[in-house]
């Protein structure tokens, strides 16, 4: 495969940490010396649809595609305001497409997971051009009294169009199963039968775990899609890392000790939008012509579950 078209679209409520003082017992030095993110963008009028439907489009225009040539959908979505149908079909209506449509929860590690299943279903299936949405709003997921969690968090979406080539060099997905780090329940509808006692809550995370595990995981597949692909980590032009926090991207970064001019950030703009970041980053690159034909990317990213994924792509638009 080989990505055509990059979009993203974000909240327009541009929500600053002198902003989060007014209510929480915090300050902007705080939140900026252990996150890096400075602001963040948060649904406040529109809609998670209205975010995933925009930067599709630009993806599509981009890539100098029209609905009717996208074969497939692929949406990366934890939550959204429907239970049922999925985020996929309900986007797939307004942006007028015309094909079959599934969503992915793989938490902050879906645009990797999706770029998988998407190689392989241009390797498989008779298809021309898949769309891969990442529409993602963790900033309803977080009690807004809680310091601690609710200053990671923005809201947005970022999307790539796909076709047939030969720029995946490398990609490996893995999961390791641990929930207590992060994870969020939420009470479904009473039944006259049920006896079990539900939890209905806020998302809770353990930083200091969520930290170890997605600092050991992200080296631990960078180092075996470098081996895949054969090529060391200086020729790889660009890390392109899921914006979680920057003292986890600082610390893979001195890991691989590579200059930190190969590690674009825009965590300080947005903060974690989940699975949207790297898609987002990656537009962001586009767009701003940082992205030189020939380019080795090196993409990674962890989320809850606990989900990674990283790969290597040759970058072709």
């Not at 979680?244 to 825009?266: L, M, T």
Request: aromatic share 6%.
């Amino acid at each position: 495969m080989r990505i055509i078209g990059t979009g993203s679209a974000h909240p327009s409520l541009v929500v600053t940490n002198k902003m989060l003082e007014n209510f929480l017992d915090t300050s902007d030095e705080w939140i900026v010396s252990r996150t890096g993110i400075e602001q963040r963008r948060l649904i406040s009028s529109e809609s998670l649809e209205d975010l995933a439907v925009e930067s599709a489009l630009k993806a599509m225009e981009n890539a100098g595609v029209v609905p009717d040539d996208i074969d497939f959908l692929i949406v990366s979505n934890v939550c959204n305001d429907y239970v049922t149908p999925s985020l996929s079909c309900v986007i797939q209506g307004e942006l007028g497409i015309k094909c079959p449509c599934f969503d992915i929860n793989c938490a902050c590690s879906g645009f990797i997971y999706a770029l998988d299943i998407a190689e392989s279903f241009l390797a498989t299936k008779d298809l021309r051009n898949i769309l891969i949405v990442c529409a993602e709003q963790p900033g309803r997921m977080v009690d807004w009294k809680d310091r601690a969690q609710c200053v990671l968090f923005g809201d947005g979406a970022g999307s790539v169009v796909v076709t047939k080539g030969d720029d995946m060099k490398a990609i490996r997905l893995n999961t390791v199963s641990k929930v207590d780090p992060l994870w969020q329940k939420r009470a479904m509808q009473p039944t006259p039968f049920l006896r079990k006692e539900e939890h209905d809550g806020p998302l809770v995370m353990n930083g200091q775990d969520v930290f170890k595990l997605a600092v050991s995981s992200s080296i631990d597949d960078i180092e075996k899609v470098l081996s895949k692909a054969n090529i060391s980590a200086e020729d790889i032009d660009l890390f392109v890392l899921h914006q979680a926090n920057i003292r986890i991207i600082d610390a893979i970064r001195h890991f691989s000790k590579q200059d930190k001019s190969k590690f674009p950030v825009n965590i300080n703009k947005y903060g974690n939008t989940s699975s949207a970041t790297i898609p987002i980053l990656l537009d962001e690159l586009n767009r701003e012509g940082k992205l030189k034909n020939g380019d080795l990317l090196l993409m990674s990213a962890f989320g809850a579950g606990f989900t990674t994924g990283a790969c290597i792509l040759r970058w072709s638009k």
